[in-house]
Nanobody, 120 residues
């Protein structure tokens, strides 16, 4: 089974930076898309950023110019560099991946989530 392991969350002051990473482990698969969603208490989970196998990216308007998503294809790892963090960025951040097994089945997987707290 494909598993996603997230790291990099924590507490940071407003204006600070944080870098999240998510590694997909397993075998007999190739990544189509990896990305990040986030969910604040009492709110709906929302898209933050995605990156596709062709390196095309997509960002939520609220994070454009502040967050950068990147990918290391050799390691099946996606990163989210978060700069100029604001209190409203506080949320649980969930990694996700869409992947295709060697026998042709395409599936998706969610990470367990990592807490990001922006507070003074």
């Amino acid at each position: 089974q494909v598993q996603l392991v997230e790291s990099g969350g924590g507490l940071v002051q407003p204006g600070g930076s944080l870098r999240l990473s998510c590694a997909a482990s397993g075998s007999r698969f190739s990544i189509n898309v990896m990305g990040w969603y986030r969910q604040a208490p009492g709110k709906e989970r929302e898209l933050v950023a995605t990156i596709s196998s062709d390196s095309s990216t997509n960002y939520a308007d609220s994070v454009k110019g502040r967050f950068t998503i990147s990918r290391d294809s050799a390691k099946n790892t996606v990163y989210l560099q978060m700069n100029s963090l604001k209190p409203e960025d506080t949320a649980v951040y969930y990694c996700y991946a869409v992947y295709t097994y060697s026998f042709g089945s395409t599936q998706y997987r969610w990470g367990q989530g990592t807490q990001v707290t922006v507070s003074s």
